[in-house]
């Protein structure tokens, strides 16, 4: 099946999301290179505790997502069953 617009637009917007978490770590990491040893352990605490908190948040909404896209399919697929035979093929023509 091939990819609609929205879900190249959806593809480049996670590629982009790659590179600038690529390009976070990098400044992160140059930040802990140049920070003064007493200032160290301090850093890398708050940075950890902030990573931790985003993947927990990054979590929750895939979750979010997958239960959206599991109740939209179930819907999708319930009201195309109880409709006549001729609207189901005029929507499988308009797509």
Known sequence: MPLSSKDRQFLQTVERLKLMLIILAVAIFVF??????????????????????????????????????????????????SLPEEQRQQIFRQR
């Open 32 to 81: 802990l290179l140049l920070s003064p040893p007493s200032e160290l352990q301090l850093a890398t605490s708050v940075i950890g505790v902030t990573l931790c908190g985003v993947f927990w948040l990054t979590q929750r909404l895939l979750s979010c997502i997958t239960i959206l896209d599991v109740e939209l399919s179930r819907l999708v697929t319930t009201v195309l069953k």
